[in-house]
């Protein structure tokens, strides 16, 4: 061990040895599954006043004490297509609990398809405009379908990136329920 | 004629501070609005797309953003503030260059600290080099030398 | 029916490496030459296997055989022939089956070039190692990335297709295959590296050998990085063409060691010194060429051209743990040999520039690596997600860029060993003042970036050097020999190709360099919003837009503006900028068109299709010089080219003996290297 060379090479050694480890512990590690849940989550849920493809009107503050559920969509991802009979299962569902609001914000689409499309496939809840894409914004979506729920208190309680399933929906709209951690 | 290689030289020297100056030179009022706002945007991931800012981006959410840092920015809102909105709603990997600080003083602080190490001990090395009389090649070093040199010289 | 061919084909190969590592190693222990002789023939049964192999991917993309899942994934019957024919290198699989036919190419190269030297132990090594690469990478197709697997379920009617971002440009056929021939070419000289540690013998020898094989390596790479910069550019759509991506760093790594190696040979071959320093560059280049390959290919880091998740992570991980560890393991154990005989005489001199240049080489390495898996060492080591983006990048690596910009344009004009003032301020007068000049025309003209500035000035100190040493060198020769011109030009650089080649290619990175900061830092950027026959003014050009069709082919949607450029009266043409939905993706992809100019791009994008009321959104950018950036990869390809040509004295003296070269002090190629034009 006289040489500096083997000392450099073997301090070279450990660190490649470092970095090896910590590449191995992240094999099989999904990058993307981390999207899967929002950094909102636990925090107060962004407010909002957007216009509805109907006309009226829907702001966070009219919501306040009901359970919601915000699902963002638009008229041509198919991954929206994929979950569009999960939310009307579940609409059906809860539509006559006064507690329960959804509303589905359109994401990144014009406001003439997006009401065409929610007139013809019949989405019988509120469908909501966003047009400078602030709510979208606000909500820190990445993409669509991204769906969150809203405690009565203003909480967002559950998040979720891509289609949903009933079940999906029904856990989360549990979440409103129990006190967030 | 080596006189007039140093007033090349003086010459030379002159125009390059000039030009540095004049470039450096700090310019009166603050960066515009428009400045601010597409540095920051630029500072912050666009979460839809990979690897690009919000500044390259031609996505939605990018668009809301540079709409939203304009209108921060209008409302009076510093820098700080607004990459901290940003965190508060992405968290911490919206922003494309990490905080000198915790962990992320890593990324910062170790090549440069490795570059100037590095310079140090070369500026040093060459320096001892210089001082140390130069040394002649012994019998036995230039043995040594050809039997690592000549590899065809086997069978 | 063609799948187990393809097997077939895998296995032989496997096989083929198997032996001949097995031969050359019983014959290494009994030296026996006729085993060593014997051994070097498994590489024509490798390179057979692989070229079989290729062929029978190729043959069942051809004719669309979706039996093979790999063809059922990334190809479909619409697709064009020459994305059917790309297809082999447009997933994981088929670009390892890619790898490992130019693998078993470089290694044939080898076998050839050194037929007269096969019982030479040195070379009998390099080709053990070389044989263990490519059994490693037949293994990773046969066991974790086997690409002849069967579709579950029988052949669909009809195929995938390939990604769409990789269906809908040219570039596509060259890019990959570029940057394959650049990363596996430096298996060549760490091969031959890894041979001089276990032989002993690491003077000058296996640098000799592998020159020409490092210096086509180190060229297929800087054209494979240019170009997947360019498909960035014409394809994704942003107006840019590096964004810093975990990807593009993976193809910069082992470039960034592969220059640092390829500038520091040099010094070992004049001085005989750095030879642990080389040893280490070369295995730590081939590290970061498997390295770049685990993150792009393992799925550990999202990016844009990363390859669906596989399971070849642990695969690759383990590799580079073992290349990794008998590197390091073998300069640990010669360490006490390593010593180099030289020392460097004066810090201002050749060699010295040359270990700054390495430094910051080196700097610029660990800044592109420690950004990279930056994120990956946080979430491991405190579970937080970062990102890593360019505004980190290029606040560490402008600094480090420019550095090298000074010591590019004045190391050329340094001589070996130390050198007086005067003589320096005689060389260095004219490139300096050129570099002068640039500035105070830069800030005359409006520059008011530093960085800018000093780009300018330095790109010009450079360019001032290179001229003044062509036009030295020409005219010795015209006095001398009475030559016309271009006679003499020719008559130089083929007297010295390396010298001028590589200031040929030091003339490219100028242009690069150029390029990168006025790109970067003149643009224009605007959204306009048009309906059919208005019109929009962005920086001096009037773009119009003309109208829209709606395609559907398949599964994809595209809408495609048609936009006229205009600029001052004169009609730049049409263009088509598109936009195109795939039912599986969420976002809309779109497709840029550019009109490319010398001094300018107009790059044009379609932001949105047509509303209700006929008016789309059109991105326009006005992007500077971003034609030089290729025509500089151009320029540096071509210094490469004549930087490979034999030397003189080589050709002249045409020795089989070419090892001779290293143990002549005053040998060929590397004295030709230097050879002064003016008297010192």
Redesign the interface.
């Known amino acids: 061990m ?5 000392w ?3 301090t ?2 450990a660190v ?2 470092a ?2 480890v ?11 599954a ?1 999207q899967n849940k929002s ?2 989550v636990g ?1 107060r849920a962004p407010s909002f006043d957007l216009a509805t493809v109907s006309g009226g009107k829907v702001t966070a503050r009219g919501l306040e004490g009901k359970a919601v559920i915000v699902n963002f969509w638009n008229s ?4 929206c297509k994929q979950e569009e009979s999960a939310l009307k299962t579940f609409w059906s569902r809860h539509k006559d609990d006064p507690n329960v609001a959804m509303v589905g914000i359109v ?2 689409d ?1 406001a ?1 398809d997006a009401r065409r499309y929610a007139r013809n496939h019949g989405m019988n809840w509120t469908i909501a405009l966003d047009p ?3 709510a ?3 909500f ?5 379908p991204e769906t969150y729920a809203i405690s009565p208190d203003g909480l967002i309680t559950g998040s979720q990136y891509g289609p949903v399933s009933v079940g999906n929906l029904e856990t989360m709209l549990a979440s409103t329920k129990s006190t967030p951690q | 004629m080596s006189l007039r290689r140093w007033w090349a030289w003086l010459a030379l020297g002159l125009v390059v501070v000039v030009a540095v100056a004049i470039t450096v030179w700090p310019r009166g009022g603050e960066r515009s609005d428009v400045q601010r706002a597409r540095d920051l945007a630029a500072e912050l991931k666009c979460p839809e797309c990979q690897g690009l800012s919000m500044g390259d981006s031609g996505s939605t959410t990018a668009r809301a953003a540079r709409a939203d840092i304009t209108r921060r920015i209008a409302h009076g809102e510093s820098d700080a503030q607004i990459r901290q909105a940003y965190v508060d709603r992405y968290g911490e990997s919206i922003l494309l260059k990490p905080e000198a600080k915790g962990i992320g003083l890593i990324v910062w602080a170790l090549p440069v600290g490795a570059l100037v190490a590095a310079a140090g001990g070369l500026v040093i090395a060459l320096r001892r080099w210089r001082r140390e009389p130069r040394l002649h090649p012994t019998d036995a070093d230039r043995r040594l030398v050809e039997s690592t040199r000549s590899p065809t010289d086997q069978p | 029916m063609t799948a187990p061919l393809g097997y077939l084909a895998l296995t032989v190969g496997m096989a083929g490496a198997i032996s001949g590592i097995s031969i050359l190693a019983v014959g290494l222990r009994r030296h026996d030459t006729r085993l060593l002789r014997l051994g070097r023939i498994a590489v024509f049964v490798v390179l057979g296997a692989a070229i079989a192999a290729v062929a029978v991917m190729e043959w069942a993309l051809i004719t669309h055989d979706f039996s093979i899942k790999y063809v059922a994934d990334n190809n479909a019957r619409s697709t064009p022939v020459l994305f059917t024919i790309t297809g082999l290198w447009a997933a994981l699989e088929g670009s390892i089956l890619l790898w490992v036919l130019i693998l078993a190419g470089y290694l044939t190269a080898v076998a050839v070039k050194f037929r007269a030297r096969a019982a030479d132990p040195l070379v009998a090594w390099a080709t053990v190692t070389g044989f263990a690469v490519a059994a490693f990478f037949f293994a990773l197709t046969l066991f974790a990335a086997n690409p002849f697997t069967l579709t579950p379920g029988g052949a669909p009617v009809d195929g995938q297709g390939p990604n769409p971002l990789l269906q809908n440009h040219p570039l596509m056929a060259f890019h990959p295959p570029m940057l394959y021939l650049g990363y596996v070419g430096f298996t060549v000289p760490f091969a031959f590296a890894i041979a001089a540690l276990v032989t002993g013998r690491f003077g000058e020898g296996w640098l000799a050998d592998t020159r020409r094989a490092t210096l086509v390596a180190w060229g297929f790479l800087t054209v494979g990085v240019i170009l997947g910069a360019w498909w960035s550019y014409e394809v994704l759509g942003w107006g840019g063409y590096w964004a810093w991506d975990p990807v593009e760093n993976a193809s910069l790594l082992p470039w960034l060691t592969g220059t640092a190696f390829i500038h520091s040979v040099i010094v070992q071959e004049r001085r005989g010194m750095l030879r642990v320093w080389n040893l280490s560059l070369i295995i730590a280049t081939f590290c970061l060429t498997i390295l770049g390959t685990f993150l792009t290919r393992s799925g550990v880091i999202d990016s844009v051209h990363a390859f669906t998740l596989s399971d070849i992570g642990p695969w690759l991980l383990t590799f580079l743990a073992v290349v990794a560890a008998v590197g390091i393991g073998l300069i640990a154990w010669r360490g006490d040999r390593l010593r180099a005989p030289g020392r460097i005489d004066s810090p201002v001199s050749r060699e010295s520039a040359f270990l700054f240049n390495n430094l910051l080489f080196a700097g610029l390495a660990l800044v592109v690596l420690l950004g990279t898996v930056f994120p990956l060492v946080a979430e491991a080591l405190q579970g937080r997600r970062l990102s890593v983006g360019e505004p980190y990048f290029d606040r560490m690596t402008v600094p480090l860029g420019l550095a090298l910009l000074f010591i590019m344009a004045a190391a050329p004009a340094l001589p070996w060993r130390a050198t007086s003032s005067d003589v320096l301020r005689r060389r260095l007068v004219f490139p300096a003042w050129a570099g002068g000049l640039a500035m105070l025309v830069a800030v005359v003209l409006g520059v008011r970036s530093l960085t800018m500035l000093l780009t300018f000035g330095l790109a010009a100190f450079a360019i001032g050097g290179i001229v003044r040493q062509f036009f030295i060198g020409v005219r010795a020769r015209l006095a001398a020999s009475g030559e016309r011109a271009p006679g003499a030009l020719t008559g130089m650089v083929r007297g010295n190709p390396r010298l001028y080649g590589g200031l040929v290619v030091h003339l490219g990175v100028v242009l690069i360099a150029v390029a990168l900061a006025a790109s970067s830092g003149y643009g224009a950027k605007r959204e306009v919003r048009l309906r059919i026959g208005q019109s929009a003014t962005v920086d001096g050009y009037r773009v119009t837009y003309l109208g829209s069709t709606r395609s559907v082919t398949g599964q994809k949607t595209t809408v495609k503006a048609r936009v006229r450029i205009e600029r001052g009266g004169d009609n730049l043409g049409t263009y088509a900028p598109a936009i195109s939905t795939f039912p599986n993706s969420t976002e809309g992809i779109g497709t840029p068109s550019v009109h490319t100019g010398a001094l300018r791009d107009v790059y044009l994008t379609l932001v949105s299709s047509p509303n209700q009321r006929g008016r789309v959104a059109i991105g326009v950018l006005v992007n500077p010089m971003v034609v030089w950036i290729w025509i500089g990869g151009g320029v540096m390809a071509l210094g490469t080219l004549i930087a490979l040509a034999p030397t003189v004295r080589a050709r002249l003296r045409r020795d089989p003996r070419r090892g001779r070269l290293a143990s002549d002090p005053d040998g060929g190629a590397v004295a030709a290297e230097v050879r002064e034009v003016e008297p010192v």
């Open positions: 006289k040489h500096p060379a083997r450099i090479a073997l070279v050694g490649v040895a970095l090896a910590v590449l191995a512990l992240q094999v099989g590690n999904d990058p993307r981390e950094t909102l925090k041509w991802c198919i991954p994401r990144d014009t003439g400078g894409s602030q979208a914004l606000d820190a979506t990445r993409g669509q």
